[in-house]
Every structure is written in C-alpha cells, then in structure tokens.
DNA sequence: CGCTAGCACTCGCCCGGGTAGACTGCTAAC
DNA sequence: GTTAGCAGTCTACCCGGGCGAGTGCTAGCG
C-alpha cells in the first residue's frame, strides 16, 4: 500500500487536532480549529477534513456529537509531519542546562540523574539505558574468599563491574584457589567480554567441579558487562509523574505499563528494536507488537561518544502526549549526554 | 492515656468488620455482621457494640445509612488483637517453599526475587533492603586507570563492592598513581568500613589535589558499603499489583506512594524505624509521620544470621489489606531467608 | 470547483425528582 | 443485657426531558 500524500491543510487540521487534544484531554469539534488553528477557513470546510481525515483513519469519533480526536496512525502522521529540530520552552531549556553543568563521571550516575531530569521537564516517566559494553575489554578479574563462599570480580576498562558468587565445596584449599585465580585471569585478562563470555563456555564444557562452576560464574558476569551495567539495566525515574497521568486510563493499560517498566528484558527489547541510528524515535501505541494495545507512547533517542551508539534515553507517556515538547527534550538531553561522552573518551 | 481494654465481643465485631471490609471493599452493616460471625447475637446488640467501636474511634461512617469501616486505628487495634503465629494459605506456603528451594548465594539477588515473591503471593508490592554493612571490613581497594579517569575500587569482606570515579588530572604520571594506590590500600585494608571512612575524611582534611580528590571519593564509597549495596537500597517488586490496587485511591495518595516508593532514602527511612527488633511490624496509614496521609500500610519483619539482624523484608499495600495473610507471609519469608543467612554466614 | 452559510438532526451529558434499599438509632418489651 | 420492631435518614439508582455540542448535508456564491 502506497502512503497517500496529505495535502498541507489536511496536515495542518491533524496538527490542530493534535495539538487541542493533547493540550486540553477533550475530543475538538470542527469550530474550535476554526477559531484557532488560523487556516481563515470556516468551520464548515474543517468539518469536510476531518471526515476525509477520518476516512483515512487518521481520527475517530468517540460519539456522534462529540469533537475528534486522533487515533495511533493520526499521532504517527503528526510526529511524521514536524519540521526536524523543533523548540524547547524556555524553562526545560535551562533545567536541561542547569543539570549538565555539574560534572559528573561516573555515567551510570549521570544516567539515573537524567532520567529524573527527563521526568521533571516532561511531567512523564525518564528512561535510560546505560552502554552496551560488547567492546568492553576484560581489565581485571580476581577470585576472592568471602565468607565461606567464592566470589569472582570482572573488572572492564570502561568501569563497570560485576561479581558471581559460587558455593566453595569443603575439599578446595587456598593453594588450589591461587592456582585457579592465576589461571583465571591468564585466560581472560585482555580479552574482549564477548570473546571472554565464549571461551569461559568453551572451558566449562570440559572442565569439572569447582573449576567448572567459577568458568559458568565468570561466563555470567561477562555476559553482565556485555549487556551493559552491573544490576539494572534500564534506568527509570519519575514514575510517580507517570502514575498521575495513569489514573485517566484502562485499569488494564495501567497494569501492563508497569509490568513492562518492570521487567528490564521488556523494555530493553523495546528500546532496542526502536533506536537504531536515528535521532529521535518515537513509538505509538500499539506500533510495536511487545506493547500490545498499551496506550502509551516512547519517544527515544541515542547518545553516542564520537560516532559509536552508547546507550538510549527517553521517555515513556501516554499516546496523548505533547510530541513536539518530549522530542525537543529528549534530543536535547541526549545531545548533552553525548557531548559529555565523548568528551569523557576523548 | 490508659489504653482501654476491650471486651472480647467487642474484639470479634471489630475482627469481623475488619475482615469483612477487606474481602467486599464495601462498608459493612450489622445484619451481616450477626449472620456471618457466629457470635450468635441479634444485629440489634451488634449495632450497640458497632455505634461503642465508633466511640471509641475504631470505626466510622461514610454516612448515616451506609455501614462501618475501620479507622487506622481500628486496623491498629485489630492487627494488635490477632494471636501470634497465624497461618499460611497452601498455596502461598507451597510458593515461598518452592522459592527457597533453590540455593542462591548472592543475597543481592535473593532479596530482588524474594520481593516478586513476596508480590505474587500477596498481591501488593514487596520490599526488601539489604544488610547494612556496618560491621563489613575492607578486603581490598583498587586505583584503576580508566579512559582518562581514575577508578576507586574497594571490595567488602561480605562480598559487596562499590566504586567511584574521580578527574584525572593531567600533571598525574602512573609512578605516582602507583604510590597513590598503594597509600591507600595500606591506609584501609582490613578496617572497618566506619573506621575506613573516618581515617578517609581524617586524611582529606589535610591533603590537597589529587590525593585528596580520592580520599573524597574513597570516603563515599565506604559510605555506600555501609549503606549496604551498591547501588539499590530498597529493592522493590510487583509495583504492578500495587497499581492495580491504588486504581481505587485518591489521586494524591497514588502519587504520594509513587513518589515514597522511588525516593529509596524515604523509604529506608520508614524501614528502619519500623523494624527494630520485633517479630512482624505493621505500620497502618499515615501512623509514621513519613508517611503523611496516604492510605498505605506496610507490613515487615527483620531477618537476621543467628542472632545479628541483617536486613528488611516487607510488603507495602493499601490501609485495607489482608493482614492476617500478609503476615503470616512476611514472617515466612523472613524465617526463610534467616535460615538461609545463618546457614551461609556458619 | 472549492468554499461557505445555514439548518436539520443526532446523541451524549446533565439535571431534577422520585424511589428503593440499606442501615442506623431508639424504644419498648423480654 | 438482649432483642424485635419501627421510624428516620441518607445514598445509589433509575428515568425522562432539555440542552448543547458537533456533525453531515444541501444550496448558493465567487
């Protein structure tokens, strides 16, 4: 199916009615464009667009006598019609500029501050998602006693860390535990985490005992960095904005949002299916198959150091949200976030 | 003022609306009450004992002709009344068994699941906070070159690890590094996290540049090891059933919680003071100045290894909760997870 | 041919009144 | 002290009518 073509006052309409429906929560009768969309065209003529908009199903009705209000496809040819770059108010400007002016360095840090930021400007939820760290490099491990079990430390180059403990069986003594330290670090320390990850497997499978299960726990833990972080790996903040706005919605919607805020995997699949290479991204609704018909909306985008993707940041809302503000947020807050990166890896 | 002691009926008629209200969620009427809680009375004395309960300021109306329900101090009352012990359901008892049954040695991670257990098995938001580290002792600390900042690394004896990041300056050469890390490491190894932070503050009261940049930061993160964890001090699960539930409450008390629940400060707070050397702890609505007027209670009891308490599991719902089972779940939930403890810690 | 004015029509929302029902509180009897 | 009965109170619910917003259509105009 070939995308038809709208013409510019159909669009305009679309952008009015969005507009009037984000700002006030109230379906927008033909009269009301009229008054204020400025197109100095009637109220009759509106009327004609909106059903022609409607046939194209870009709006519904709730009711016969009530006023229009866009549908997923109608929010989706909004954001598509707006001119790139678009404007930030004045106060989002300087609360974005207020935050980035203290250094921080430790991004993760800074990840979880921004998503508050993103939360305060936009009056919805802030997501970030920290560096993938598939060219984090193995800096450093150890094999440590702690109480009376074992823990394995993997240290990355860029910082991140984790840990695996593994239960230490009776008959291992601490000469035997040095000797596997040695080995451990000999075999990994230098090696990308991917390679790392693969080669601890590719050992396990042959190796047995306490040695096999510190091979399976260091496997894990490269895997971690890989995936990026230490614990969570999806940064949200500001939920309770987000709550506020929840209360007009299906019980149901509310339910399955929150689900997915919980489960990292969900929204870490979402995000990553959604920000590839572009600028700002946003996904409507039910567009993406994981959100099912979740009324809700993601507007995204990537941060990078250099001309390498790091990680993700954006905002979670409803469908009727104001696209033009969000997306001027959170391209200006991962421009930042960038500009910092890539000062940090310079 | 001398707390006044109830009769036994009027103990059971209170029981009886307590219980009643939390099943229906419908103010309950003294017919039903005399049909449903045995006491083999008529409804007429019941409204005698109902109207002397509302003196007393255990119950209320929400109007002339509608039935009573519980004040928080009628919650307090009748959580107070109940005999100790009290008994799981089989399924939730099957479902805390089958959790428990599988050997996890990172506490850390026990505690995330045991808050999605602690969720799905009562229906509202579970809660856990990990041990604090005040009696954890520096096992080893790293200096680490990292892209151009420096990492401090300290690891606990009891397996946590903490890390912060500090500027490298330019007029650093990695001889003095080297002499840095090893200054620092003679400086805290094997203290006490209180003490090695104390010695960290001492010392960078008197250094300048670099070295006192580090100490700065060393200092936090003894900080953070005493905090308990690395990152996350209150864990939280099943916010999604919570949201289900809150689908009923006054906006404000939704966003109140949200806002509770996200602030880990706030919350670490409530935790604390609730839960000193009790048995199962039950806050009931706005009890704990924290709390202000938000409907929720909260339901903990401590775990320990042996006899030291270590850290806080609980559940978090509305004011109108099943007590008997939500308690009869935390103090499982809590023996399980001392046992575990105890058992790891020997 | 596009635009507009006007108008009939539709339909949800709001309002008031009336009613049924749920409880209470009281009183009088047991 | 308990109970039955009854009057009184107040809400939730239902119902119908009127209002008004907004549409869709048609006829006329530039």
Redesign the interface.
Known sequence: MVEPELGARKVAVLRAVVEEYVRTGEPVGSETIAERAGLGVSSATIRNELAALEELGYLTHPHTSAGRIPTDAGYRKFVDSLPPGGRLRDKQRRAIAGFFAE?M??L?EVLKGTTQLLSRVTQYAGLAVPPTGADEVV??T?L?E????L?F?V?G???R?D?????RPDDVDSEELGSLDRTLTAAFRGKSVVDARAEALKRASTAKGIERDLLVAAAETFGVLQAGG???HVLI????NL??E??HWR?ET??RL??A??HESEMLELLRDVTIDQDVNVTIGAEHPQTGDWEASIVSAPFRAGTTALGTVGVVGPTAMDYVSVMASVRAVAKRLSELATE???
């Open positions: 250094t360095l430790d993760e800096l450093r150890e440590l702690v109480g009376n079990a823990m430390l240290i180059q860029q910082g860390v840990r695996a403990m593994v239960d230490a614990t969570h903040g500001g939920v309770a709550a506020d929840a209360a019980r509310v339910r929150f689900e805020l919980e940090l890896d310079a």
